[in-house]
């Protein structure tokens, strides 16, 4: 019967299927070549200081290719691990600051010598304690960031503001004044603020005195079902409402800066980098430069200012390279003060307290650097970046702004998760 | 060889060859077969062999550095078994794989009756938008779907809101897990219905036509000559494909990981998800190496059903 033929027929599309979705390769690392993984943060950010790096490493070894991969935030970390299990992981890799505790510990990551490296005395404390494992150094700090609200000067102006806003309440009048004026268009959102973008929200739980998680006797607990926590919470579901955003989408996808730079956002929170991106003449819209400003996210107790995430990367060596030496130039060219003041001219906070005067001085850099004084860091443990993995904060953010859960009841669950998570193999 | 060439009056040399050509014709198959045997060694049965045993490790990043597994039984497994997210992501798969194989194949059997029907143009109208589907990368299928599902350009929200069905300006569709499945069983059928379609269209096409004339001649309704004459028929061909899409379906991960930009919420996760989120997201790799193995064995069940069909169908013959 021809059925049986078209049986067989099946079986060989079935199989032709299973091998077309088997290809793909892995690289081999040469003496001959270095493999880079930065974020791309970097490629659309600062390319000119990756390309400075790449020219002085040149200079240096004329016969080593230096191949640059750009990596995103939300893979990054799945690759390295493959990396690491097959053995051909990159020769100098960019980690997150809150993720390198647990490479760290699992020991990842060649040890290094800290005089190698360029101004080492005067590393930003925070970075380099997160490269710091034990008291033995495993990174080097590469660059900071910090949020500040990042604004439309003119569309404050047509609402009526006057002055940047000194408190939470004023911030959140002023908003309601710009959705009034604006918010007929019903793309507008005064602030756009994304369902999962926990590095703004967990601002607020700070503000209010509150945390993610204590340390208490050596076991950790999840803290965001307290009072003060809650507070916060209850603040960041009110500030929801002054956005169109996506309530399930986060701030990368798509970059938020680009949102903004088309029209219908009134401000966002963003890194310093993210401004000068939303004028990129390709991707973003030149025309509002000088249409745009920035103040500190101002706290709910008047005149202060909100902490804000103290984010930043540091680099690191995994244990697969061969190739350690130039692994270690390379990262040498690329933490020089040359191309760090590149990363600063980026919108950054370069890793070093000498150009922190640069960052002061220049307007478009001065309310981050005034931000970057009242800041907040994620619990120092190894397992923190499994939290992040497992997306607990997120998802208790999108049950908040769907409104799906009550704050209590999202954050009593996520704080019961991040405490098992925590204290896993403790 | 001795004992050949002792016995008797047939010339040694004609035995010898004779026999030669027997033991050619019982191992020649074997010999052919083991290329493919070597293949299937080294790309299925190893990799599940490293899996199973890893489901029987604890095998973290530490582990996973060192390339050393600890062995600790069958903790793993005791672990996930007590896990309730554990069990309500497999009710969650199996509800999802249910709904998704019943809709494909009760829809794709209806187009391919429909093709039956219709003219030639037509015909091939249809043939080649199913084909154009089934061409359509998933990747690439699914950043369609996003664009005409997004909440605040979507055409989907744009159509529902212009036929006064509601307002769906910045509908959310995923921000409910109920809809937003909802949209990934649509688009899961979308893209396999055209196999199945063309498929179940080939096979109905070798249906005699001596057997509907005489059953429509006896006076059965034409529902009553799908049910009694065609469908049995046609049940290898289903069989088959009732288990292929099972097994598509239960493993979907792709569609899922990339609409939701790689960070689904728990809400959305399925077996897959959840055992490469244990893996490589929390570096269990032994407690997701046991989910995948319980997959494997859930899977397995779907592959019996297959293979039986594919053994029945051959002794037929």
């Known amino acids: 019967?021809?059925?049986?033929?078209?049986?067989?027929?099946?079986?060989?599309?079935?199989?032709?299927?299973?091998?077309?979705?088997?290809?793909?390769?892995?690289?081999?690392?040469h003496a001959t070549k270095i493999v880079v993984w930065l974020m791309n943060d970097a490629q659309s950010g600062w390319p000119d200081a990756v390309a400075l790096a790449n020219r002085n490493f040149k200079a240096q070894h004329p016969d080593v290719e230096v191949d640059v991969q750009y990596q995103t935030w939300g893979a990054h970390l799945t690759k390295l691990d493959a990396g690491l299990a097959g053995g051909d992981a990159p020769d100098v890799i960019e980690l997150g600051n809150s993720e390198m505790a647990k490479y760290m510990a699992a020991g990842a990551f060649k040890r290094l010598t800290q005089s190698a490296f360029p101004n080492n005395k005067s590393w930003l404390t925070g970075l380099k304690a997160s490269s710091t494992y034990n008291g033995k150094l495993f990174g080097v700090p590469y660059y900071a960031g910090c949020r500040a609200v990042i604004y439309r000067t003119d569309q404050y102006r047509q609402a009526g503001i006057k002055s940047a806003p000194k408190s939470l309440a004023q911030w959140f009048a002023d908003n309601k004044k710009l959705m009034?004026?604006?918010?007929?268009?019903?793309?507008?959102?005064?602030?756009?603020?994304?369902?999962k973008y926990w590095y703004a929200a967990m601002s607020f739980v700070y503000d209010y005195g509150g945390s993610i998680a204590v340390q208490k006797g050596g076991k950790w607990k999840g803290s965001l079902n307290t009072p003060r926590a809650l507070a916060g919470l209850n603040q960041v579901k009110k500030a929801f409402a002054l956005s169109r955003a996506s309530k399930t989408g986060d701030e990368a996808n798509p970059q938020q800066s680009l949102v903004f730079s088309k029209g219908q956002v009134g401000s966002f929170w963003g890194n310093g980098w993210e401004w000068p991106y939303a004028l990129d003449p390709k991707v973003g819209n030149p025309s509002i430069a000088n249409d745009m400003g920035a103040y500190p996210m101002p706290s709910h107790v008047k005149g202060r200012i909100m902490p804000t995430f103290i984010g930043g990367s540091d680099l690191a060596i995994p244990v697969t390279t061969k190739n350690q030496s130039l692994a270690v130039d390379w990262i040498k060219a690329f933490t020089s003060t040359a191309a760090q003041t590149e990363i600063v001219k980026a919108g950054n906070i370069a890793n070093t307290t000498k150009l922190l005067s640069a960052s002061k001085s220049?307007?478009?850099?001065?309310?981050?650097?005034?931000?970057?004084?009242?800041?907040?860091?994620?619990?120092?443990?190894?397992?923190?970046?499994?939290?992040?993995?497992?997306?607990?904060?997120?998802?208790?953010?999108?049950?908040?702004?769907?409104?799906?859960?009550?704050?209590?009841?999202?954050?009593?669950?996520?704080?019961?998760?991040?405490?098992?998570?925590?204290?896993?193999?403790? | 060889m001795a004992s050949v060439a002792e016995s008797g009056y047939i010339p040694a040399s004609r035995r010898r060859r004779f026999s030669r050509r027997r033991v050619g014709q019982a191992v020649a198959p074997y010999v052919l077969l083991t290329p493919a045997a070597a293949v299937i060694g080294l790309v299925l049965a190893y990799p599940l062999y490293l899996l199973v045993k890893m489901s029987f490790q604890k095998y973290g990043l530490f582990e996973l550095i060192r390339h050393q597994g600890k062995w600790i039984g069958t903790a793993n497994y005791a672990s996930i078994f007590h896990d309730a997210e554990f069990w309500h992501v497999v009710l969650r798969t199996l509800l999802f794989t249910t709904v998704c194989v019943s809709l494909t194949?009760?829809?794709?059997?209806?187009?391919?009756?429909?093709?039956?029907?219709?003219?030639?143009?037509?015909?091939?109208?249809?043939?080649?938008?199913?084909?154009?589907?089934?061409?359509?990368?998933?990747?690439?299928?699914?950043?369609?779907w996003r664009w005409m599902v997004d909440y605040q350009f979507g055409v989907a929200n744009w159509i529902l809101t212009e036929l006064h069905l509601g307002n769906f300006a910045r509908h959310d569709w995923f921000a409910n897990p109920w809809t937003g499945f909802g949209v990934f069983t649509l688009l899961i059928v979308w893209g396999a219905i055209p196999f199945v379609a063309i498929t179940v269209y080939a096979a109905l096409a070798q249906v005699p036509h001596e057997l509907l004339e005489a059953a429509a001649i006896d006076g059965a309704k034409p529902w009553a000559i799908f049910r009694e004459v065609t469908l049995p028929l046609l049940k290898p061909i289903f069989v088959i494909l009732i288990s292929l899409s099972i097994i598509w379906d239960f493993q979907v991960f792709q569609q899922i990981w990339v609409m939701l930009d790689g960070r689904p919420s728990s809400d959305y996760y399925t077996m897959a998800i959840y055992a490469f989120h244990q893996s490589f997201q929390i570096s269990e790799y032994g407690l997701g190496a046991a989910i995948a193995v319980v997959m494997v064995l859930f899977m397995f069940a779907a592959t019996l059903l297959y293979l039986r069909q594919m053994l029945r169908t051959g002794e037929v013959n």
């Open chain 2, 105 to 144: 194949m009760i829809l794709g059997t209806a187009i391919a009756l429909l093709l039956l029907q219709v003219s030639r143009w037509v015909r091939i109208a249809l043939t080649t938008g199913l084909v154009l589907v089934w061409a359509v990368p998933v990747i690439v299928a699914v950043d369609i």
């Open chain 1, 362 to 426: 220049n307007p478009k850099l001065a309310p981050f650097a005034r931000a970057a004084s009242s800041g907040w860091f994620v619990p120092n443990s190894p397992n923190w970046v499994n939290v992040e993995n497992a997306n607990v904060l997120q998802n208790m953010l999108v049950k908040i702004a769907t409104g799906r859960a009550s704050v209590r009841a999202a954050a009593a669950s996520a704080s019961s998760q991040i405490t098992r998570i925590l204290n896993t193999g403790a």
């Open chain 1, 180 to 195: 009034k004026k604006f918010g007929n268009n019903s793309n507008y959102s005064a602030v756009y603020f994304p369902g």
């Open chain 1, 1 to 29: 019967m021809k059925v049986r033929y078209l049986a067989v027929g099946l079986l060989i599309a079935m199989l032709a299927v299973a091998a077309s979705t088997a290809s793909g390769g892995t690289s081999r690392t």
